[in-house]
């Protein structure tokens, strides 16, 4: 199993960024998805989850309404497109499939 984050970096607050996670080695298809982040200094936290035909979302509170996950089956994809960007949303964010993450990538808020 791999998971492979791109489409972090540097935005002004109110800005939006798409992160991408490419995966292999499993049948993608099969596996609900979802998106983490940490903080500098904070635990690791939930940001959204896709199940494994994109039919059903979730979304921390946090991010409701700002965030929005999807997938591509055919592309062995998971999104996260990230609008209306704070500075509380810095973190590095990571890809998750049950027991396996990606290295993560980070995002900075910032003016």
């Known amino acids: 199993v791999q998971l492979v984050e791109s489409g972090g970096g540097l935005v002004q607050p109110g800005g939006s960024l798409r992160l991408s996670c490419a995966a292999s080695g499993f049948t993608f298809s099969s596996y609900g998805m979802s998106w983490y982040r940490q903080a500098p200094g904070k635990e690791r936290e939930l940001v959204a989850v896709?199940?494994?035909?994109?039919?059903?979302?979730n979304y921390a509170n946090s991010v409701k309404g700002r965030f929005t996950i999807s997938r591509d089956n055919a592309k062995n994809t998971v999104y996260l497109q990230m609008n209306s960007l704070k500075p509380e949303d810095t973190a590095v964010y990571y890809c998750?499939?049950?027991?396996?993450w990606g290295q993560g990538t980070q995002v900075t808020v910032s003016s």
């Open positions: 998750r499939r049950q027991a396996y």
């Open positions: 896709i199940s494994s035909t994109g039919g059903n979302t």
